[in-house]
């Protein structure tokens, strides 16, 4: 209760970040000042909009991405204030349901027993509803609500908490599965983030299997370190990219279109512009490569890593699994042996080009035993790493790349084609 009295008092303040006088209309409370994150307050609610920008909720104030001040809710959801007696929410979350586009990437808002549904941060008509309308068999007085897509849940999901209770809801069956997860702590607030799912609780947070519900023994950790940019708290998602002086490892793209860059220890992940480039840790997505890498492909819903002699082949899915048995050596994968420089596969194609100081060498993926088919000298040397796409074939060395449009005409090229500068919309790097 006193928290709520704190909340409540916070959303009738005046102070503004700049010290101007709030609105006339506001009710004013002397010395009020925006809530802190960095403080290690506790959230009512995270969710991210249908643009990829991740909001936390506390009270009548909320954050917009991983830094910056609190401002008022009503400033991005006007409903979300007093006047409208719902001046905090529940719980929140991203709808995520492709095959109904009217409902797909909406946000719904929780509120003791109604949801609110918003698309482009506005109210849907004949909304609050109860929340048995939308959602029967799901509780009054949520806790949290996470989306969970097929294939990371069993069906196009919402997990929904209530004290230690799961509420795993089946969008297309409109369906309840009821699950204890003792084990885990009480979320107030729940977050899906590249396809990992996290359990907010206090300052902390702790990731969870959102199948079983496993935690490992690595959490709870404080989430100033990881999901917001506080003085004295940090870690490796701080690594940004200069695109004067950039010098990538390694880069591919998966089949869903995921795109990977790696740079010493650190791999970057770009799942669309929206959701921006997020930095990481190798070893966070593919524990066993904990020096690097020196080139990387994607085929066949699989990533290939290469280091030194060595061939770590992972499943491209949430949990980056390595396939049993690995890792093999080059000789014994592709057939070749030596430093590897880069390596890439173009979209449809079966063949991986293998760049070894000034030798493209190419092996069939299909054929068993994997020997080199062609091996053809280059126009280029040094390079650090190569990208096949719809466009052509990009060479970065350092901070430029070379553009090709197609394998052909990279193997028959005698004369390195003029150089272009990376970009931000080709890597997220800072000019």
């Known amino acids: 209760m006193e928290l709520f009295i704190k909340t409540l008092v916070l959303c009738l303040a005046l102070a503004l970040t700049n010290g101007a006088p709030a609105n006339p209309q506001d009710v004013a409370v002397d010395d009020a000042v925006l809530p802190d994150r960095c403080e290690g307050i506790e959230f009512d609610a995270i969710t991210p909009d249908e643009n990829g920008n991740t909001f936390f909720f506390r009270g009548s104030h909320l954050w917009k991405g991983f830094h910056g001040p609190a401002q008022l809710s009503n400033e991005s959801f006007k409903e979300l204030d007093d006047i409208h007696h719902i001046g905090h929410v529940d719980a929140a979350f991203r709808m995520h349901n492709v095959e109904n586009p009217d409902d797909h990437d909406h946000i719904y808002f929780f509120l003791d027993d109604k949801v609110f549904s918003y698309f482009n941060h506005t109210l849907e008509d004949g909304y609050p509803k109860e929340i048995q309308e939308d959602f029967p068999g799901v509780p009054a007085h949520l806790d949290a609500a996470v989306e969970c897509p097929k294939g990371e849940c069993m069906a196009d999901s919402v997990l929904f908490f209530k004290g230690h209770d799961m509420y795993i809801y089946d969008i297309t069956t409109k369906t309840v599965k009821i699950k204890t997860w003792s084990h885990l702590p009480v979320c107030t607030s729940a977050l899906r983030w590249m396809e990992q799912y996290y359990c907010f609780h206090g300052h902390n947070f702790t990731k969870f299997n959102p199948i079983s519900g496993e935690v490992s023994n690595a959490y709870p950790k ?153 091996a053809l000298p280059m126009s280029l040397s040094d390079i650090d790493a190569a990208l096949c796409s719809a466009e052509g074939i990009q060479m970065f060395k350092g901070s430029q790349y070379y553009h090709y449009e197609s394998a052909m005409t990279l193997a028959l090229s005698r004369i390195a084609p003029r150089p272009k500068s990376v970009t931000n919309a080709m890597m997220g790097c800072q000019e």
């Open 222 to 374: 404080d989430a100033r370190r990881y999901f917001m940019k506080c003085p004295n708290f940090g870690h490796g998602g701080k690594y940004v990219l200069n695109c004067s002086n950039v010098k990538i490892d390694a880069i591919t793209t998966d089949d869903a279109g995921k795109s990977y860059l790696f740079a010493g220890r650190i791999y970057m992940r770009l799942d669309t512009h929206r959701d921006g480039l997020h930095a990481f840790q190798i070893t966070r997505a593919w524990k066993n490569v904990t020096s690097g890498v020196d080139a990387v492909f994607s085929y066949a819903d699989k990533i290939y890593l290469i280091k030194d002699d060595q061939v770590y082949i992972y499943k491209a899915a949430a949990q980056y699994i390595l396939i049993e048995g690995y890792p093999k050596t080059l000789k014994e994968e592709l057939g070749i042996e030596g430093k590897v420089d880069a390596a890439f596969v173009c979209p449809d194609d079966h063949t991986v080009h293998v760049i070894q100081g000034q030798i493209i060498s190419d092996v069939d993926l299909t054929a068993t035993p994997r020997v080199v088919t062609h």
